[in-house]
């Protein structure tokens, strides 16, 4: 079974930037595609960004240009840098595989960003 934890969420004001970090319990990275996925109040979860084992990356259209997902293997590490913050970007954020697994679904890490 393998367990996803998220972290580097937190409160930040419009124009900011967070660093999210998810590490799996057991190396999966160089056979699957990963991907960060958001969860606002009162909407589905959606998927933001993913990276393939090759480091190809894909995002949805609202983070184009502020959102950069990267993967460690050495550190068995996934990013989300998320740069220009706004408003509408505030949501629970998680990793899975992508596509999802859902009994790999963690606690996620709460992005909140507000003045």
């Known amino acids: 079974q393998v367990q996803l934890v998220e972290s580097g969420g937190g409160l930040v004001q419009p124009g900011g930037s967070l660093r999210l970090s998810c590490a799996p319990s057991?190396?999966?990275?160089?056979?699957?595609?990963m991907g960060w996925y958001r969860q606002a109040p009162g909407k589905q979860r959606e998927l933001v960004a993913s990276i393939t084992w090759a480091g190809n990356t894909n995002y949805t259209d609202s983070v184009k240009g502020r959102f950069t997902i990267s993967r460690d293997g050495a550190k068995n590490t996934v990013y989300l840098q998320m740069n220009s913050l706004k408003p509408e970007d505030t949501a629970v954020y998680y990793c899975n595989l992508n596509p999802p697994i859902n009994d790999y679904w963690g606690q996620g890490t709460q992005v909140t960003v507000s003045s």
């Open positions: 057991k190396s999966i990275f160089s056979i699957l595609r």
